[in-house]
């Protein structure tokens, strides 16, 4: 399959970048997965960021609630001025 992705793409003057490319396995169990491409193994990698989430290669989502709650933290404690400036402590 990536053969023919890679075939198909040198007919349009296109090339796949093995560098920067990277795959991974998302499974209960994972493990390395074998994929060349001219003679070049792409990296596994056990987690990556997709469009604002992080998917890791167990398919669980703790580390993006992790994440999430410390981005929420963050932005709250910026604004915490403006939260307590409305109470009086008297």
């Not at 499974?27 to 994929?35: D, E, G, L, N």
């Amino acid at each position: 399959m990536i053969d023919k992705l890679i075939e198909i793409g040198r007919c349009y003057g296109m090339e796949m970048n093995v560098k920067k490319t990277k795959v991974m396995r998302i499974s209960r169990q994972p493990f390395p997965v074998k994929i060349m491409i001219d003679q070049k193994q792409l990296e596994n990698v056990e987690y990556f960021k997709y469009l604002g989430s992080i998917l890791t290669n167990d398919g669980r989502c703790t580390c993006e609630i992790k994440c999430r709650i410390a981005m929420a933290k963050a932005a709250f404690n910026k604004k915490r001025t403006l939260f307590l400036a409305h109470w009086t402590w008297n």
